[in-house]
């Protein structure tokens, strides 16, 4: 698909060299109940992730909505920010996040076909990750290694196959822009390689399938109905660990304290 002279394609390599010190940093200084389970659990089971700018609905149309905003702790991370800014190396990006993978970590085969995210460059600006981790689109296969962006047609199958240590990536879309324009002109292409063992990886349904985070107003609605039953906060945190539905904070569990911050007493 074409936007102005250009067309999405597997694989692209910037030129711009970033900041990888600088980018560590500022994932290291992100505080530990940021990062929210993943709202795709039969696709991508095995992410937490920080919106750094979207909606605010708390659920998945964050994601995609026409109305965003800058989330608050983007004003602590100075230098993603100014990746993302109309004055940085690819223009403004529409919605940006990081997405952190666990070792061994698997996202499955998908298109992203949401009409929001069909017009604009998804790049990837790798953070922390191993030889290991792969993005795999179209049956080929590149490393993201870090030191610079990269992007792919994310209208094409695609997933992920990662290490054996966690793998971290900004991710932001990107409408068209000249700046944008150039650096595409300017890409190295990487062919990327086959690989059937981890294409197999990615089509297999049958694992790496984890329940995904029903979204606040969910929530809300099922731990008041549980309330309603007579139960009281820690007899509804063992039954939502029991059937496995992640607590919004990523590699947490609930607890009463978890369903507070979620709920404020008062409304419960």
């Not at 990062?35 to 937490?48: C, K």
């Not at 952190?100 to 990837?124: C, Q, S, Y």
């Not at 094409?156 to 150039?182: C, D, K």
Request: glycine share 8%.
């Amino acid at each position: 698909m074409l936007y102005g002279k250009q067309a999405k394609r597997s694989f692209l390599r910037f030129k711009p060299a970033l900041d990888v010190e600088m980018l560590i940093t500022e994932f290291q200084s992100i505080p530990g109940n940021s990062w929210a389970s993943t709202y795709w659990g039969h696709i991508h089971s095995s992410v937490g992730m920080l919106l750094l700018r979207g909606g605010s609905g708390g659920n998945e149309s964050d994601f995609t909505c026409e109305t965003v905003q800058d989330h608050a702790l983007l004003d602590s991370l100075p230098y993603i920010r100014q990746l993302i800014s109309a004055e940085g190396p690819f223009g403004e990006a529409k919605y940006a996040f990081i997405f952190r993978m666990i070792p061994n970590g698997v996202t499955k085969i998908h298109k992203d076909l949401n009409p929001a995210w069909e017009d604009m460059f998804r790049i990837h600006a790798p953070i922390i990750t191993n030889d290991d981790a792969v993005l795999i689109s179209d049956d080929r296969m590149v490393h993201f290694f870090p030191g610079h962006a990269w992007t792919f047609n994310n209208n094409a199958m695609h997933g992920v196959v990662n290490g054996s240590s966690e793998r971290a990536h900004l991710i932001f879309y990107v409408p068209m822009n000249g700046r944008l324009e150039e650096q595409i002109e300017h890409a190295d292409f990487i062919e990327g390689w086959q690989d059937e063992a981890k294409l197999a990886i990615i089509q297999d349904k049958s694992k790496h399938t984890v329940p995904s985070f029903p979204g606040d107003n969910a929530m809300i609605e099922t731990i008041r109905t549980l309330k309603s039953y007579g139960w009281n906060l820690e007899k509804i945190a063992a039954f939502l660990n029991d059937k496995g539905i992640p607590a919004k904070t990523y590699e947490a569990r609930w607890s009463p304290e978890a369903i507070c911050r979620l709920i404020p007493l008062i409304a419960i």
